[in-house]
């Protein structure tokens, strides 16, 4: 069955670092997404991606990360200057279409910022 | 922003016990999604729901998608040790200007003891 992968598994940086989070999503999806989780806390939306540009984006995510999708596969999460409050789980998610809108996430990658 | 409630946050059951948690919204959702994580690992879909009223079943598993649009319920079945983990609801607004995104709820912690 396709799934979403995501690479690292865990990502530790110092403060100030740039750090990139890297996704495949499922390969006949065209909709993707990142999304947070703080440790205990509940998950939180930061961008949407259709068509080679961000269609939505919450407050979270500002100019400090940036999307892109380099390839026909990959997906990644730029943090350029993190801080201590980025330590996070960072999922990527896919869906086939936004009305569908059947989200199926990746396994997340765990960002520890010292 | 649109905020989700769900409840209870966490339950504690004996193997075999039904088990039932809802979400309420403040405004309306086209899309309920219920999602179950389990430690360190990315939510994974359990069940999504497209139509006020519409009563859907997955296995033991069953969700409905409330008639204001303000609220859905998820119900477990006949409970087993492996259906412990961390259950979430998600609404969306797909469709018009919105590209998907999910708003999560806290989520409901679910411990079966055997």
């Known amino acids: 069955e396709p799934e979403v992968t995501q690479t690292p598994s865990h990502q530790v940086t110092q403060m100030g670092q740039e750090v990139i989070l890297r996704c495949v999503p499922i390969?006949?999806?065209?909709?993707f997404y990142w999304y947070r989780q703080i440790l205990g806390q509940k998950v939180e939306f930061l961008v949407s991606?259709?068509?080679?540009?961000?269609?939505?984006k919450s407050e979270i995510f500002d100019d400090q990360f940036s999307v892109e999708r380099p390839d026909g596969s990959n997906f990644t999460l730029k943090i350029r200057s993190t801080k201590l409050e980025d330590s996070a789980m960072y999922f990527c998610?896919?869906?086939?279409?936004?009305?569908?809108?059947?989200?199926?996430f990746g396994p997340g990658t765990r960002l520890t910022v010292l | 922003g649109q905020q989700l409630n769900q409840s209870p946050q966490s339950m504690f059951i004996q193997e075999g016990e039904d088990v039932s948690m809802n979400c309420t919204s403040s405004?309306?959702?086209?899309?309920w999604l219920w999602y179950k994580q389990d430690p360190g690992e990315g939510p994974v879909l359990l069940i999504a729901?497209?139509?006020?009223?519409e009563l859907t079943s997955n296995g033991r598993l069953t969700a409905q998608f409330g008639i204001t649009r303000k609220d859905s319920f998820l119900n477990i079945s006949a409970s087993i040790p492996s259906d412990v983990g961390i259950y979430f609801c998600?609404?969306?607004?797909?469709?018009?200007?919105?590209?998907?995104?999910?708003?999560f709820g806290q989520g409901t912690i679910l411990t079966v003891h055997p």
């Open positions: 998610a896919s869906s086939e279409g936004a009305r569908g809108n059947e989200q199926f």
């Open positions: 390969s006949n999806h065209l909709y």
């Open positions: 991606f259709y068509n080679n540009e961000i269609s939505e």
């Open positions: 405004s309306i959702f086209n899309t």
């Open positions: 729901l497209y139509k006020a009223g």
């Open positions: 998600a609404g969306s607004n797909a469709g018009g200007t919105s590209y998907g995104k999910l708003t």
